[in-house]
């Protein structure tokens, strides 16, 4: 059948067809891929890549700065704002109308920019991190070996594989020899595993545990093979993953917290603004234009338009702090999430180990240390041929012995290679004097049975029966402690020519070595860090149990209870929810198994961050709240994460957490003054439109007073944060601000109507008729009428008054809310918060003297004011204080 007839594989052919090639004869696969031994043809090859398409897989789709620019306007804040700018513009007579537009289109235009900037450069520098690698394969065309770019195999290529190359696609081994494979990027194992050609019709297990099947994404680390591929492109393991993860980033709990708080805000002008549209309307007969723009105003006032803005900076403000620590952010939301974090899930291999295997112990067979096991090792590893594998090569790290052991006076002879079916190989070499010894090294189970002697404490021992299961005892000790063990042997030869497989017997078992990726020295450390501000480590390894047991244990991680993947894969919903709390350490995890773990942790309540840089991890990286990779991940690791670390160590993530919790407090402290101002407002402004006979303020007032105090929030983000307010995990609660709103906003309505009583009664602004103080004053409201109250002289008292004592309490209150402590004695704000307050009260009280107050319709304050505005700021603070040390102490905020 020619290529042009085949049809592309659907997923469920291609998992069919890699699993019916591990279990069937290499003749009925070619036949089933239209392929033979000596490959395709050129033209074969050219009409399936127009079939299967090129062997690549999904990236992320890259936007357009256009298109990041929509997506950061489609804000519910920014769009709100953006229709009451343009409402002000349609109906626009006056100057001050013009005014009030432009204030809301630059409010919009300023958290448009600051945002869209910073992300810009977070991704821009994210990219450069992804320097792709051109990748070429030796395949089989018309019979010939040929160099290609991998992007143009197709399914039926035959392919050579040797020591270093990349598995170019999903492929059943057609003959191999001495083959390792390092999968780590699939699965988490740190050492190379072995891949031989024979059938392997095993069930029940993961693709990639065959022994006969290599996959797209793993390497060669020893041998070399023939093989054929099965899937290419997106129908490949990897690509399968790739193409599952390509797309946007699902809400994680800031994104959700944030939407929650804007909406509550919105819903809070929903009602306000019709509510004193109405009011105005009944009791003051009045509903024209001045009614309208009033509410409009009033609508403006209650939303957070800083909101975009505030966070922009303050997760800006983080991702510089974190560029400087190492950390490249991707996604500046995920700054704050790591504060939130309070569960870590990790990978194993590289963040708690050094991602290096090293030589650990070298023992006699009672597991006593013995330089002899060490000696014979060294040698082994030296004059053996070929690539040395990574445990040689940390054989070959005592490179002292090399002159110890005058290795230049030792003689190589002959070398009996690897294989698997013996599991071991040996190398037969003449010492200084004159003696042959042949050397053997393997797998302890194959090496014990040409074994007839043991050594122990320099005596030659029998291999009896009754001592033999004392020995496995031995090597199944070190084998649960995690280590990769192997046999070590010799014996006397006699000169000949050559050796051979029959010489490898009656040889004597001189010790062990055993091997591990071990702990990095900082890790225990960074854990006990983490554990102290909140944070619990999980271990989330494709890796085997018992090494990870081992790691887990040296790091301070409780790993007596470890659940497996097959454990994971059989249990339900509500079994894993059962145990997923109180279980620390995971092993033998799919790339499934792993995100199911984070999304069970995130349905019990956890906000989870995960860190990780292997195929394996992306599903995880990309379902977590806050996905953690490292520079020298694959791609699609990098892809998935949020945030990219140049270092792979812990201690940074400690440092990240904090700055996350930082940016968390300071957010929260806008969100805090926020929510609860307006709601004080909603009930201020529905008092005193319904009692006095003019508007409480005039729009333009309403617009001025909301510029002012949103300056005066604009340095929140270069605030300082208390040690306790960065001590434990800071999620979103909207329970906690709802109780905020409900005990601390009506703070502000209490004395907005202590002002309203001395303006009305003790200033007399319930005259309408009351007379202005100076000529000047006189002369400008000269034309004022009594049918129309706003114009008179007692309506801008009022309202000056107001607006100074509403701004006033508003940008002083902020410095008893950004802190749980005594303020200005316990904690003090930045400098930059403390300079633009007073910057922005003085300018309140400097604005009716100045030369705008006739523009803005204000008028100058009496100086008996002034100490009565003294005592209600004081007794604002107070008060809110108070208040605000109960609700610490109900641990309700």
């Not at 299967?52 to 700065?65: A, L, M, R």
């Not at 670390?645 to 929260?668: A, S, T």
Request: proline share 4%.
């Amino acid at each position: 059948m020619s290529a042009t007839k085949t049809q592309p594989q659907s997923a469920q052919n291609a998992a069919e067809l890699i699993r019916d090639a591990a279990a069937g004869e290499i003749a009925d696969l070619l036949q089933r891929l239209n392929s033979t031994p000596t490959g395709l043809s050129e033209e074969e090859a050219a009409e399936r890549l127009e079939v299967f398409g090129p062997n690549e897989v999904g990236q992320e789709k890259k936007h357009s700065w256009l298109w990041r620019l929509w997506i950061a306007a489609l804000n519910p804040l920014v769009i709100l704002l953006s229709i009451l700018a343009i409402i002000t513009f349609a109906t626009a007579e006056e100057t001050s109308d013009y005014i009030g537009g432009s204030v809301m289109v630059a409010m919009v235009i300023l958290g448009l920019a600051l945002r869209f900037i910073q992300e810009t450069k977070a991704d821009n520098a994210a990219a450069k991190l992804k320097a792709m690698i051109k990748v070429t394969a030796t395949v089989l065309r018309d019979g010939q070996p040929k160099e290609i770019p991998i992007g143009q195999l197709v399914p039926g290529d035959v392919v050579k594989l040797s020591a270093g190359d990349m598995i170019p696609g999903d492929a059943r081994l057609l003959a191999a020899k001495d083959l390792f494979i390092i999968q780590a990027t699939l699965t988490g194992e740190s050492l190379p595993v072995e891949k031989t050609d024979a059938r392997d019709a095993r069930t029940g297990i993961q693709p990639i545990e065959h022994t006969n099947l290599c996959f797209l994404g793993t390497s060669v680390e020893s041998g070399s093979a023939t093989a054929v591929l099965v899937a290419t492109g997106a129908q490949t393991y990897f690509g399968k993953m790739a193409s599952s993860l390509s797309g946007q980033q699902v809400d994680t709990a800031f994104d959700k917290g944030v939407k929650k708080f804007t909406w509550l805000m919105i819903s809070f002008m929903a009602v306000m603004a019709p509510m004193v549209f109405f009011i105005n309307g009944f009791t003051k007969h009045s509903w024209g234009k001045d009614t309208f723009l009033f509410a409009l105003a009033i609508a403006v006032g209650l939303t957070p338009e800083m909101l975009p803005m505030i966070i922009s900076v303050c997760l800006s403000k983080g991702a510089l702090a974190m560029s400087k620590k190492k950390v490249i952010v991707k996604r500046l939301n995920s700054i704050q999430n790591f504060g939130a974090m309070d569960v870590l899930c990790t990978d194993k291999t590289g963040t708690l180990t050094i991602d290096h295997v090293i030589l650990e112990i070298h023992c006699d067979v009672f597991k006593k240390e013995s330089a002899e096991v060490l000696r014979d090792a060294y040698l082994i590893s030296h004059f053996q041929t070929g690539l040395k594998n990574v445990l040689d090569r940390a054989v070959l790290k005592y490179s002292e012995l090399h002159t110890e052991l005058s290795v230049d006076k030792y003689n190589k002879i002959d070398e009996i290679p690897f294989d698997f079916s013996r599991r071991m190989m040996s190398v037969v070499v003449e010492g200084p004097d004159g003696t042959r010894q042949l050397l053997t090294k393997g797998a302890p189970e194959s090496v014990f049975k040409r074994c007839t002697h043991f050594e122990s404490d320099g005596e030659i021992l029998p291999m009896e029966p009754i001592l033999v299961g004392n020995l496995i005892e031995q090597v199944n000790d070190l084998s649960s402690d995690g280590f990769r063990v192997l046999a070590i042997a010799n014996k006397k030869v006699g000169a000949q020519t050559a050796y051979s497989k029959a010489d490898e017997d009656s040889l004597v078992l001189t010790g062990y070595l055993a091997f591990l990726d071990p702990p990095k020295d900082s890790a225990k450390t960074a854990i006990t860090a983490l554990r102290q501000y909140g944070v619990t480590v999980k271990v989330l390894t494709g890796d085997n149990d018992l090494v990870t047991r081992k790691v887990c244990t040296e790091v301070g991680i409780n790993a007596e209870t470890i659940i497996l993947g097959n454990d994971v894969e059989k249990m339900s919903d509500e079994q894993l929810a059962e145990v997923i709390d109180r279980v620390d350490v995971y092993a033998r995890l799919s790339p499934a198994h792993k995100k199911r773990v984070v999304q069970m942790l995130q349905k019990k309540g956890h906000v989870v961050g995960f860190m990780g840089d292997g195929i394996n991890d992306a599903p995880a990286l990309r379902a977590a709240d806050v996905g953690i990779s490292v520079d020298n991940a694959v791609d699609i690791a990098k892809e998935s994460a949020d945030m990219i670390l140049l270092e792979k160590n812990l201690m940074v993530l400690e440092e990240g957490v904090l700055e996350g919790r930082k940016v968390f407090v300071n957010i929260n402290k806008y969100i805090r003054m926020g929510a609860s101002s307006n709601f004080g407002n909603m009930f201020s402004m529905i008092g005193a439109s319904a009692w006095f006979k003019f508007l409480p303020m005039t729009t333009l007032q309403i617009l001025c007073n909301n510029l002012l105090y949103d300056f005066s929030q604009v340095p929140i983000p270069t605030d300082s944060v208390a040690a306790s307010q960065i001590a434990r995990p800071r999620p979103w609660h909207m329970g906690e601000i709802a109780k905020f709103i409900v005990f601390i906003g009506p703070i502000s309505s209490i004395f907005d109507y202590s002002t309203f009583c001395v303006m009305w009664f003790y200033f007399k602004c319930s005259n309408l008729a009351l007379v202005a103080p100076t000529p000047e004053l006189a002369t400008r409201f000269a034309h004022s009428s009594l049918d129309n109250p706003d114009s008179t002289y007692a309506a801008a008292l009022f309202h000056t008054a107001w607006f100074v004592e509403s701004l006033m309490t508003q940008t002083l209150i902020i410095h008893v809310i950004r802190t749980n402590l005594i303020p200005f004695v316990q904690s003090r704000a930045s400098w930059q918060l403390t300079m633009t307050s007073i910057a922005i009260m003085l300018v309140g009280a400097i604005l009716p003297f100045s030369p705008l107050a006739g523009p803005l319709g204000f008028v100058p304050l009496p100086l008996q004011f002034w100490p009565i505005l003294a005592v209600t700021l004081t007794c604002y603070v107070g008060l809110t204080q108070i208040i605000k040390m109960w609700l610490v102490r109900k641990k309700w905020i």
